[in-house]
């Protein structure tokens, strides 16, 4: 009786070792679960689904608005590639430079073996084809509002590993917005008009950054009633709705001189009152996280009483 007692405890003792053997076998694993690399997807503004083995490690930036995200969310070091547009931060003056909007130079953004591409736009689909040719993963942003922009801003954080930065860009992002809006949301609208050319005369109508920035703002877009984001402004039209704000961006050949000399200029209450505004072109239109500084800019030449 004895001995059957001791051969049921050893059997035992061999079956639960089995199932610890068992289970420590699988419990590196679980324990580092480092060691199991995930697949990074998300999908970009033209419906493609981006899909990188791990977080980008080499990037091509071709827009100065993905530039400043990449270094808002930490990830400045990956970039290897930039445009000759890219002014800000300081740091892109040091990285190579690797074409304009008037053409890129593909052999050398190949050669600097990025793992990721960012557009802004779809770009061109001969250039895409050659980059995906060589590898190189292909992402396409275009936002077309301020929410548009934060929904970039996170997902180049997951592209990069750097999601919890990108979060918290976004969450400062929300909290100065909110911060503005409160102050002007009291303040009598005013009329208001962004000159983006001169001649011929071409505004900021529904559907561009400028419209959806001044709204914000506490002003009225007097070109509200236009047909696309860019159009060509009649400048009857213009003298008729009679702005009370006029803004123009600091890179127009346009001055307050100039504007003054303009048949019928001498009646819109904007230059009559002093009310013209020059803002930092690349705050106001480009599609970073710097575009709440724009729309600071824009709140402060409307209602110039606000802190």
């Excluded at 307050?256 to 200029?265: I, M, S, V």
Aim: hydrophobic share 35%; charged share 30%.
């Amino acid at each position: 009786m004895k001995k059957r007692s001791l051969y049921l405890l050893l059997a035992l003792l061999i079956i639960l070792g089995s199932i610890s053997g068992c289970s420590s076998s699988t419990s590196p694993a679980e324990d580092n679960p480092q060691q199991v690399a995930e697949t990074i997807e998300i999908t970009d503004d033209f419906g493609k689904v981006i899909t990188l083995e791990k977080p980008a490690e080499k990037i091509v930036s071709l827009a100065p608005s993905q530039t400043e995200i990449l270094f808002a969310i930490g990830a400045g070091e990956k970039v290897v590639g930039v445009t000759t547009a890219d002014d800000y931060p300081e740091e892109v003056k040091e990285i190579e430079k690797v074409g304009g909007f008037d053409g890129w130079n593909l052999e050398m953004i190949i050669a600097l073996e990025p793992d990721l591409v960012i557009n802004y736009g779809q770009g061109s689909e001969e250039d895409n084809k050659r980059f995906e040719e060589a590898g190189i993963v292909v992402a396409s942003f275009l936002p077309e509002t301020i929410d548009d922009v934060m929904d970039t801003i996170e997902k180049i954080g997951v592209l990069t590993g750097n999601s919890d930065k990108a979060k918290e860009v976004v969450e400062d992002m929300k909290s100065e917005r909110d911060e503005i809006i409160s102050k002007v949301k009291d303040l009598e609208t005013k009329r208001v008009f962004y000159e983006v050319y001169n001649d011929p005369l071409m505004t900021a109508g529904p559907g561009s950054f400028i419209d959806e920035l001044i709204n914000l703002a506490g002003g009225e877009n007097i070109a509200k009633d236009a047909d696309s984001p860019y159009p060509q402004y009649d400048v009857e039209k213009l003298i008729e709705k009679n702005p009370e704000v006029y803004l123009i961006p600091d890179d127009s050949t346009t001055t307050l001189e100039t504007l003054k000399e303009r048949p019928g200029f001498e009646n819109i209450d904007a230059i009559k009152n002093s009310q013209v505004y020059f803002l930092d072109a690349d705050i106001v239109s480009r599609a970073g996280p710097r575009i709440i500084q724009g729309l600071e800019e824009i709140a402060k030449a409307i209602h110039p009483e606000i802190d």
